[in-house]
């Protein structure tokens, strides 16, 4: 099933119901060209697609499922709704991510239920993950950390907090958000725009970046945030 959504709720709301009813998602980046969307469709067998309104231009295939998100939250005020009983194995198929391409052709990487349960397992061991946690979600669903920022926080009763694209490129308006945050994840880049010498987040308490060089100026600016 594939999922093209925005940065939203909407986007783990659907991804969980996804994986709840035994099937594996493939997250798209609605704003990406055509011709890749319509590439990793086909390269990934996709048969549903579950998107927003808006969208609704990009996909007129009749070979493919269309499911708007506007039309679920409308049906489901009068539903109702039992855990369905799937049989899932570990080995089972959890998702797709597919790399940028910038190489060659995109590559589609398949991620089990097993491979995320044992990462997932691990972070929150690690960083003592808890119930008073709050993370902020600034990465797109189409990177697998995104599993990571929102998956931590909501196995352990915790606050994930979605950033849309547009407050994203707002430095304010993410240092604000990072005053009651506890845990906050980006690149090195982006880490270097929130974080400056003046910086007071009284509430965070664990800082990760990387997917690039880190400098070790940045390193001590972070140490001295905390």
């Not at 011709?35 to 998107?51: C, K, P």
């Amino acid at each position: 099933v594939s999922l093209v959504l925005d940065r939203s709720m909407d986007m783990s709301i659907a991804a969980l119901g996804i994986l709840k009813s035994g099937c594996a998602y493939l997250p798209i980046d609605p704003t990406s060209p055509d011709d890749r969307i319509e590439f990793m469709m086909s390269d990934a067998d996709v048969e549903v697609i579950v998107t927003q309104r808006k969208y609704q231009d990009k996909f007129t295939s009749e070979n493919r499922l269309c499911i708007f998100i506007e039309d679920v939250w409308a049906e489901a005020k009068d539903k109702e709704y039992v855990n369905p009983q799937i049989d899932i194995k570990p080995d089972n198929l959890f998702c797709v991510i597919y790399t940028s391409g910038s190489t060659g052709v995109p590559k589609g990487v398949a991620v089990s239920h097993k491979n995320i349960s044992y990462t997932l397992s691990a972070f929150i061991e690690t960083f003592n993950i808890s119930s008073s946690d709050r993370f902020l979600t600034l990465a797109s669903n189409v990177f697998d950390i995104s599993i990571l920022e929102t998956l931590s926080a909501l196995l352990v009763g915790g606050v994930c907090r979605y950033i849309d694209k547009a407050a994203s490129l707002s430095t304010p308006e993410i240092q604000k958000s990072l005053e009651t945050a506890t845990v906050f994840h980006a690149v090195p880049s982006y880490m270097n725009q929130v974080v400056s010498d003046d910086s007071c987040y009284p509430l965070l308490r664990l800082l990760l970046t990387g997917g690039d060089s880190v400098p070790e100026s940045l390193l001590t600016r972070l140490k001295a945030c905390l």
